[in-house]
């Protein structure tokens, strides 16, 4: 794994300096992550490295689906090594995306594993894995002591009991601080289909009955208390799209989450002015507690399945025990299928280009259009570039070649 030195990103000494000498060797805290409460407070052994892995990273899950791979070895009922030899064979595919990256720096550290992962070193890589993943310091606290955390905020909705939270803090033998991190995004986005069924599941976890606006911030406000008694000193809001109006007055507002309740989808812009009323009220909340209230306007982290062909999504009706189920989070992102935006395969593109929703073949398509376009160097161009590109391209898997041709 020769691009993964001590030095990956560090391209000047002043770089080198401000790492290795200061930022090192400091503790972590990390305000925003996805760990499951419930596998610290267990303090979970993994079974292999498809369940750590690949149970609940949604990055990855996207990745896979994007390259048009039947949800049944993503999130569906194949074996543990099924769906880790499927990822490993579709991880060449990531050059020139930071999964690419991230996929090495996780086997690096703290597994130690400095092999390249592809389809043909799958087998070593999932046995010394395993073979880790047995000792006590790789179950779910021995990983975040290794990793120097001292503080983790996890996502957390407003109806979640915490219980977790609750029996990690009580346990003094743990010294890592496992902090909730309030995520209200499903009692704001009024325009989900889902919503008058979240409003069912607050007024439950509340205690207070929802039919006005007033009733809403309420049943907020009462869960904000509960969190804030459990640690909580940030929020986090995952907005696809940044919608702002003028505030109307309550009256208003009673009547768009009244006709949404009813059954009545809002308009645009009855959307725009009651997640505008609602960040407005919980900024103030925030304040008054102290609390950071972090904004993610960025495109949905999750391709939902609406982007997947039928044939390709064969996932099982019933995921299996340790398959999380998928959140649907329109609008999609897909990357686009024009050649002149490939990014060569040593540069790192952003994960969050937004285009409309399109077959997932649309990925593949944009892929071959890049490799053909690096496939010998351009001029003033290294041919060190295309010598890894190919080096790195993985077999044609059957589930690449087995799409009809009206997915496209």
């Not at 994007?66 to 064979?89: H, V, W």
């Not at 996929?103 to 046995?127: C, D, M, Y």
């Not at 060569?344 to 077959?359: E, F, G, H, N, W």
């Not at 080096?391 to 496209?408: F, I, L, Q, V, Y």
Request: charged share 20%; net charge positive; glycine share 4%.
């Amino acid at each position: 794994m020769t691009f993964l030195t001590d030095d990956f990103l560090l391209h000047n000494d002043t770089a080198r300096t401000l790492y290795h000498d200061y930022a090192k060797d400091q503790p972590i805290y990390d305000y925003h992550c996805h760990l499951p409460p419930a596998d610290i407070a267990a303090n979970r052994q993994f079974a292999d490295l498809a369940a750590i892995w690949l149970e609940g990273d949604h990055y990855k899950w996207r990745s896979l689906r994007t390259l048009g791979i039947p949800e049944r070895l993503i999130t569906g009922d194949a074996s543990p090594r099924e769906k880790f030899q499927t990822y490993a064979e579709a991880v060449p595919h990531f050059i020139g995306n930071p999964l690419y990256h991230w996929t090495h720096l996780e086997l690096k550290r703290p597994f130690g594993i400095t092999t390249l992962l592809n389809g043909a070193s799958a087998e070593a890589v999932w046995q010394e894995a395993n073979a880790r993943l047995k000792e006590p310091t790789f179950r779910a606290r021995g990983i975040l002591e290794q990793m120097n955390v001292k503080m983790v905020g996890t996502t957390d909705d407003p109806c979640d009991s915490l219980e977790h939270h609750a029996a990690i803090a009580a346990d003094k033998t743990f010294t890592v601080k496992i902090r909730p991190s309030w995520r209200p995004d499903k009692a704001i986005k009024i325009e989900h289909a889902d919503y008058p069924a979240y409003i069912e599941r607050l007024e439950a976890a509340s205690g207070i009955t929802i039919r006005r606006y007033h009733d809403l911030t309420a049943a907020l406000d009462k869960r904000l208390e509960h969190f804030a008694a459990h640690g909580c000193l940030a929020s986090d809001h995952g907005l696809e799209i940044l919608r702002y109006a003028a505030v109307p007055d309550e009256k208003n507002l009673d009547t768009i989450l009244a006709n949404r309740l009813g059954g009545k989808t809002p308009s645009e812009q009855e959307t725009a002015q009651f997640q505008t009323a609602l960040l407005v009220h919980l900024g103030r909340e925030y304040a008054r507690r102290g609390w950071v209230m972090q904004l993610q306007s960025t495109s949905s982290a999750t391709t939902t399945a609406a982007c997947t062909p039928a044939s390709a999504r064969t996932a099982a009706t019933t995921p299996s025990a340790t398959a999380p189920s998928r959140t649907t989070s329109p609008p999609c992102s897909m990357p686009s299928t024009k050649p002149d935006n490939c990014q060569k395969p040593s540069s790192i593109p952003s994960t969050r280009a937004t285009t409309p929703c399109s077959p997932p073949c649309a990925a593949t398509t944009r892929a071959k259009a890049c490799a053909a376009k690096y496939s010998s160097a351009p001029a003033g161009g290294s041919t060190t570039k295309k010598t890894a590109w190919k080096r790195n391209s993985p077999p044609t898997r059957k589930w690449a070649s087995s799409r009809p041709s009206s997915a496209c």
